[in-house]
């Protein structure tokens, strides 16, 4: 059996404005082992990168872990100081941002920018270093590394940019790599070649991936797991084919019927999910997803409801999985 390198149980986070408690996570758990490809998904505001950040102890003010322990890789992630995760993100987890214009240096050349994490996070020589940084482009398929290390973030392409920022994110080969919507800014043929980047250096590196995105069609093809988060929850989790094929929540059916299939008829629409996103400064009492919900009862406005285990794999929070329980002569969830 594998070794869970990632526990999350009972997560809360808040970001306290002048406005008020912004409740960001509401009591996110989940776990991962060694090894595994853990996609989050759901739409902006969520909650999928504050999860992500606050792993690595990167939740800015006024963002404040407020309940719940986290567990990776023999830390108690919770209870860190800035000086241990310092030394862990890197070595042990590093992070994949979305936009690489961004995340890189403009002023530092790309050579410059690897060789500081390499020296950063181990006793490697600058020489060493500058060969660590050739074999990383090498790794991450880039042309003519030499002559790439030489180059301004601006001298390549939007593609070119994310390899590098693989690479950066590979350099202490992590156990846990965090990808947070890697291939919002890419065109779709090179978003099907860093996708199959990351494939081909998890099978080969053995690493964790934790996938941050909206668009499903790389959850169902690079992950393993899946977990939908909707206002800070995670209102279900399986496997890919039970997330894709037997979705349970009502959101997670929404976000499955907005997807266009290439057997869609021509005169048939894509049905959008009706309504807006709550305001996390007042969360209803209930389900979260209560007031875009087609088939909302009253028991969903004022109470949250319970976990309803659909298998060893699957899980969601609903309220009409609990009615069907019932109906079919069994005992809904404590």
């Not at 993100?89 to 690897?114: A, K, W």
Request: net charge negative; aromatic share 6%.
């Amino acid at each position: 059996m594998k070794e869970k390198l990632l526990e999350i149980k009972d997560e809360y986070l808040s970001f306290f404005t002048p406005a008020g408690e912004v409740k960001a996570l509401n009591g996110v758990s989940f776990s991962m082992e060694e090894g595994e490809v853990l996609g989050i998904v759901g739409e902006s505001g969520s909650g999928k990168s504050v999860t992500a950040y606050s792993l690595m102890g990167l939740t800015a003010y006024p963002g404040k872990l407020v309940g719940g322990t986290i567990r990776f890789n023999g830390h108690q992630v919770d209870t860190m100081t800035e000086k241990e995760f310092r030394k862990m993100r890197g070595n042990e987890v590093s992070i994949i941002f979305q936009d690489p214009m961004t995340s890189l240096n403009p002023v530092y050349t790309i050579g410059n920018q690897i060789r500081e994490v390499i020296l950063l996070h181990t006793d490697k020589t600058k020489q060493e270093a500058q060969e660590r940084a050739k074999e990383l482009l090498e790794l991450v398929g880039i042309n003519e590394p030499e002559k790439r290390l030489k180059q301004y973030p601006h001298e390549l392409s939007g593609g070119m940019r994310q390899r590098v920022m693989i690479a950066i994110a590979l350099a202490c080969e992590p156990k846990l790599l965090i990808a947070d919507e890697p291939t919002t800014a890419l065109d779709v043929t090179i978003q099907a070649q860093i996708l199959e980047l990351m494939q081909e250096l998890r099978e080969k590196l053995g690493m964790s991936i934790i996938m941050i995105t909206h668009d499903l069609g790389v959850v169902a093809s690079m992950c393993e797991k899946i977990a939908v988060m909707y206002a800070g929850h995670i209102i279900e989790y399986g496997t890919a084919d039970e997330i894709f094929y037997e979705p349970k929540h009502e959101y997670t059916k929404g976000l499955i019927k907005s997807i266009p299939k290439l057997d869609t008829k021509e005169d048939e629409r894509l049905v959008p999910i009706e309504g807006q996103p709550i305001d996390l400064l007042n969360p209803p009492k209930g389900c979260p997803f209560a007031p875009r919900c087609a088939s909302c009862m009253k028991i969903c406005l004022n109470q949250m409801p319970p976990k309803t285990e659909l298998s060893d794999t699957h899980y969601s929070y609903c309220w009409l999985l609990q009615k069907e329980q019932f109906e079919e002569g069994g005992r809904g969830c404590e």
